[in-house]
């Protein structure tokens, strides 16, 4: 069965005037012909599509960068509020960009809130000391983080002390203990010197790193 073609002959004439009688001919045209009612909407949907596409590129358009973040961060107190929102009413594609906004505002607060949780879920220095000396397991692991913590400075300690004894100062005044033979400066050994340096600064981050984990276990909250 052959489609009704009446759509297309009005398209094919759009620039010229339409009278009262054939307005009222079309709509009553129009609700008893299905081919003609699916091709308005065809016709339609290209319509908006080609309006879209020569509109897309103009940037008086559409609202800019700053006018979306400050009406994301203060809603209808932004300047212009009431200007921004008709825009928004009739505009897709500055909706979506507001939408974009507005997330990643609400992911900068969320890391803004754990941070500052983060920050004081140990609560203050006397908080600590009480939960420390709370029982003996806190207490342990209060003195097991502070013995890392030793052990973290004799490390770094050390290593200065290498690089001085290395490059600044003669060792031979010092005289030949087992420590400098171990750290490759009597007798001098180059690889052996930055062998240790590189081993001593590992272990002291590993055991600040350790310090700071059983502190924390010892003072945080149950």
């Given at each position: 069965?052959?489609?009704?073609?009446?759509?297309?002959?009005?398209?094919?004439?759009?620039?010229?005037?339409?009278?009262?009688?054939?307005?009222?001919?079309?709509?009553?045209?129009?609700?008893?012909?299905?081919?003609?009612?699916?091709?308005?909407?065809?016709?339609?949907?290209?319509?908006?599509?080609l309006v879209a596409l020569a509109f897309e590129d103009e940037e008086e358009e559409h609202l800019s960068d700053l006018e979306l973040?400050?009406?994301?961060?203060?809603?209808?107190?932004?300047?212009?509020?009431?200007?921004?929102?008709?825009?928004?009413?009739?505009?897709?594609?500055?909706?979506?960009?507001?939408?974009?906004?507005?997330?990643?505002?609400?992911?900068?607060?969320?890391?803004?809130?754990?941070?500052?949780?983060?920050?004081?879920?140990?609560?203050?220095?006397?908080?600590?000391?009480?939960?420390?000396?709370?029982?003996?397991?806190?207490?342990?692991?209060?003195?097991?983080?502070?013995?890392?913590?030793?052990?973290?400075f004799a490390c770094f300690g050390l290593a200065v002390f290498q690089m001085l004894a290395a490059y600044v100062v003669d060792v031979?005044?010092?005289?030949?203990?087992?420590?400098?033979?171990?750290?490759?400066?009597?007798?001098?050994?180059?690889?052996?010197?930055?062998?240790?340096?590189?081993?001593?600064?590992?272990?002291?981050?590993?055991?600040?790193?350790?310090?700071?984990?059983?502190?924390?276990?010892?003072?945080?909250?149950?």
């Open positions: 069965m052959r489609e009704c073609n009446r759509i297309s002959a009005l398209v094919a004439r759009l620039d010229q005037e339409c009278s009262p009688e054939e307005e009222e001919r079309l709509r009553r045209h129009l609700q008893e012909c299905p081919d003609c009612r699916r091709q308005l909407r065809r016709v339609g949907r290209a319509t908006r599509g973040a400050s009406f994301a961060a203060h809603g209808l107190d932004a300047p212009h509020a009431d200007a921004i929102v008709r825009h928004l009413s009739g505009c897709p594609r500055c909706r979506r960009e507001l939408t974009g906004v507005c997330a990643l505002l609400d992911q900068h607060d969320e890391l803004l809130q754990d941070d500052g949780q983060s920050c004081g879920r140990c609560g203050t220095f006397s908080e600590q000391v009480r939960r420390v000396i709370s029982g003996p397991r806190r207490f342990s692991r209060a003195l097991v983080s502070f013995a890392m913590w030793v052990l973290e031979r005044e010092i005289g030949t203990p087992d420590v400098l033979a171990a750290l490759g400066l009597a007798p001098r050994n180059e690889p052996l010197i930055w062998s240790a340096l590189a081993v001593l600064i590992t272990l002291g981050i590993l055991f600040r790193w350790l310090g700071a984990q059983f502190y924390h276990s010892a003072v945080a909250p149950e």
